[in-house]
């Protein structure tokens, strides 16, 4: 436990080192910039933060999110673009939804509508991935639906020296089709999907620590490998990652708002009934 000021952090899963919860701020406050500095402190060490607040407005989920780099709150949507258009179909500038929610047409208000998504880095496809994502819940299943974020950090470090040697230096091409939510929905082959090569081991900027960069979701060859040895790498430390040990799932409220670090983590999606909703609000961060 931690705290400051009146303000409380407290580990999600004592002893994992992933994750806290953050008490005493009230994030519609005028004054939330004077905890920024604690904040940026904790997200450094925890990598994932999650926040009770009710009814809290777009304009503030935006502005939380700026205090960890640059909020995409400036970017004008496409207009046949789902995911930047609300419940009501209007275009919202810089705003998400990851929703199953239909509008009065019956088309889907979000992307990434339904059933399990499999472990990734928001923005990994692009030459300049996301720094965070703020994910906000406004309608949640009755049962599932949890999202699960990966420890990056902790599974470079219990690497056996020999492949931690093994994968040093190396890069791994990433392509993603941003309507698939598992690995082969994505067609590698297609020339006009995002793509971006970065390397495997990631140093973060603001701690030094270094963690692993790759997800089953995005990631699909190691640079310069034989076909057949990256494959087989590629799944070995993709199992690797994906242990329970490495994971906190977050059993979601309505009104929560979970922060993750897209430089330190991997978040995915456990399925969930395909007849209930599940409508979350999306702000992401980049590099400012």
Not at 14 to 39: F, K, N, Q
Not at 151 to 167: C, N
Not at 192 to 198: E, K, M, P
């Amino acid at each position: 436990m931690i705290a400051e000021g009146g303000v409380r952090i407290e580990e999600l899963k004592p002893g994992l080192g992933l994750g806290a919860r953050v008490h005493g701020i009230d994030l519609a406050a005028d004054d939330i910039e004077t905890h920024a500095g604690l904040l940026r402190d904790v997200f450094a060490r925890f990598a994932c933060l999650v926040f009770s607040s009710p009814g809290l407005e777009p304009k503030d989920q935006v502005r939380l999110a700026g205090l960890f780099g640059k909020a995409d709150a400036d970017l004008v949507p496409k207009p046949n673009d789902p995911g930047k258009r609300g419940a009501d179909g209007l275009p919202k500038r810089g705003i998400t939804f990851i929703s199953n929610k239909k509008d009065k047409t019956g088309d889907n208000v979000g992307s990434l509508p339904d059933g399990e998504l499999q472990f990734h880095a928001d923005g990994a496809h692009r030459q300049s991935p996301y720094r965070a994502t703020a994910l906000y819940s406004l309608e949640i299943p009755s049962t599932g639906g949890e999202t699960k974020i990966a420890d990056l950090r902790a599974a470079y470090d219990d690497l056996s020296p020999a492949m931690k040697e093994r994968i040093e230096g190396l890069q791994v091409h990433n392509v993603y089709d941003t309507r698939a939510t598992r690995r082969e929905q994505t067609d590698e082959t297609d020339d006009r999907l995002s793509n971006a090569v970065h390397p495997i081991v990631r140093i973060h900027p603001g701690t030094g620590r270094k963690s692993l960069y790759l997800s089953r979701l995005m990631t699909r060859k190691i640079v310069g490998m034989d076909c057949a040895e990256s494959d087989e790498l590629l799944e070995q430390l993709f199992g690797h990652i994906e242990q329970d040990k490495y994971i906190y799932a977050h059993p979601w409220k309505v009104g929560e708002l979970l922060i993750w670090d897209n430089r330190s983590v991997n978040h995915a999606r456990n399925d969930f009934p395909a007849n209930e909703t599940r409508h979350m609000r999306r702000v992401t961060v980049s590099e400012p």
